[in-house]
């Protein structure tokens, strides 16, 4: 790490602060139009802030309790892609409405068939004058049932090499002949859906990109990370950290245990690496240098990372852990814990596997060769890799 943080009267942190003392409780338009959303986007939707300025962004409004809209899918995948590659009315159309929380966005890019392997998408896309008609089926949809629109990814040449074929579009999720069918994960919520598509029609105009371009923007969707000094909670930032873990032992009395404060101890070393393998990601941005395969690193250590916190946590919950929720008694409350139990084998799961992240790692890092290559397509792992 070799960046100083900006001193306290740094002037763009003046400016914030002024922001915030005329708008104390900001609506999630006032934050979009003000740049803050998404500080690091162009305006008007945000302020070009390089990566120390958003990093102040971020610190000013955390210290005045400020949240963002939370529209992940919209504001971290769709809106990066359609300013990369979107039309001037796409983006005129979608952007602060994205940013601002008031429509939310969903991804329709896995399939049956199609995740790690997702140029191998069996969706269709035909042309029909002005439109698209569109037949298929998406999984592991999250909010689909919330959202407004979706960023779709479908083969609308389905004569060439499997990643040459494919167009990306934005698919209104109100559309005719879409059905959204609910998947009950096994923490007993509803996140996911399967999406199935009938004969749905989609406007040219909501085409992002070239005909047959979509592989490449979709590598521009998955490639998106904002530069951000917290990392949060150990489940893909939501949830409970190792630190919340050390905690609760310290406040219920200590650890007695050798090999669970072993534990502990390993806990808190994978942890701090996490945050230092964070800085110095941070440190290449400031530089100016494009993620590279750390990113597949860091990913696969704070995947398992924190899959081992919940085990731990479970495992120092003893019989109470059996239980959803118990506050009774004195003993603590484990409603956090169990859920994040009970989620954690996601994490090495969603956005890329983590045996796909250890093939970039082993391809790009060790110089190994390079995955078995199916009918000369491509993987997700080559999206993955920018
Ligand atoms: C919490 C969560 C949210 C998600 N949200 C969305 C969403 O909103 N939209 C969306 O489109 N998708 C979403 N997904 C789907 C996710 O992207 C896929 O689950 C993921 O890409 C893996 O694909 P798959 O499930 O088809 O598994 P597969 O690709 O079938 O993999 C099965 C197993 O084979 C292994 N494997 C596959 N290929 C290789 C290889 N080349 N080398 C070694 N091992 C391999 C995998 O690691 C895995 O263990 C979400 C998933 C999760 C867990």
Same mark, same amino acid.
């Given at each position: ?9 740094d002037? +763009? +942190? ?5 922001w915030?003392?005329?708008?104390p409780?900001p609506?999630? +338009? ?16 945000g ?5 120390? *300025? ?19 899918i919209? =504001? ?6 359609i ?13 602060f409405?994205?940013l ?11 399939e049956?068939?199609?995740g /790690?392997d #997702? ?5 269709r896309?035909?042309?029909d ?22 960023i779709?990814?479908a083969?609308?040449d389905?004569?060439?090499a499997k ?8 698919c209104?999720m109100?559309a005719e ?7 009950i994960?096994?923490t ?27 592989? /490449?923007?979709?590598k521009?969707? #998955?490639?998106?990370e904002?530069?951000?000094l ?7 930032g ?9 905690d609760? !032992?310290?406040g219920g009395?200590?650890?007695d ?11 808190? =070393?994978e942890?701090?690496?996490? +945050?230092?393998?964070r ?6 941005? =400031? ?7 750390e990113?597949?690193i860091?990913k696969?250590?704070?995947?398992e990372?924190?899959?081992? =916190? ?9 019989? *109470?852990g059996?239980?959803? *929720?118990?506050?009774?008694?004195g ?14 084998p996601?994490?090495? !799961?969603?956005?890329g596997t ?14 190994l ?6 009918e000369?397509?491509r ?8």
């Open positions: 790490m070799d960046f100083d943080f900006p001193p306290h009267d002037p +763009r +942190r003046l400016v914030v602060r002024a915030l003392a005329e708008h409780e609506t999630g +338009r006032a934050l979009a139009e003000a740049g803050y959303v998404a500080p690091h986007w162009p305006a008007p939707w302020l070009d802030a390089d990566p120390i *300025h958003q990093i102040i962004v971020d610190e000013e409004l955390a210290a005045a309790g400020v949240k963002r809209p939370s529209n992940q919209g =504001i971290g995948w769709a809106g990066p892609t300013l990369h590659a979107g039309t001037q009315e796409q983006k005129e159309r979608y952007l409405p994205l601002a929380g008031e429509e939310i966005w969903c991804q329709l890019f896995s049956p068939g199609a /790690s #997702l140029a191998n998408l069996g969706t896309a035909v042309r004058g002005d439109e698209w008609v569109v037949n298929g089926q998406k999984i592991w949809t999250s909010l689909a049932h919330h959202s407004a629109f979706g779709l990814i083969r609308t389905p004569d060439v990643h040459q074929g494919i167009t990306y579009f934005i209104p109100d002949g879409i059905e959204i069918r609910p998947i994960e096994m007993g919520g509803h996140t996911f859906n399967e999406v199935f598509l009938t004969d749905v029609r989609i406007p040219d105009a909501n085409r992002v990109g070239d005909v047959h371009g979509g592989w /490449s923007l979709a521009v969707t #998955l490639g998106n904002r530069v951000s917290s990392s949060g909670g150990a489940l893909w939501m949830g409970p950290a190792a630190s919340d873990l050390l609760e !032992v310290r009395g200590g650890c245990d050798p090999v669970r404060r072993d534990h502990l101890a390993q806990l808190h =070393i942890a701090e690496l996490l +945050r230092l393998i800085l110095r990601t941070v440190t290449a941005r =400031i530089r100016g240098e494009q993620p590279g395969p990113a597949s860091r696969i250590l704070a995947d990372h924190g899959q081992r =916190i919940m085990e731990l946590a479970k495992d120092l919950a003893g019989p *109470h059996m239980l959803e *929720h118990q506050r009774a008694g003993a603590p409350d484990l409603w956090g814990w169990h859920w994040g139990y009970l989620f954690s996601a994490l090495t !799961v969603g956005g983590g045996d796909v992240q250890r093939n970039i790692v082993a391809e790009r890092v060790l110089g060769p390079h995955d078995i290559d199916v000369a397509g993987s997700w792992a080559d999206a993955r890799r920018g």
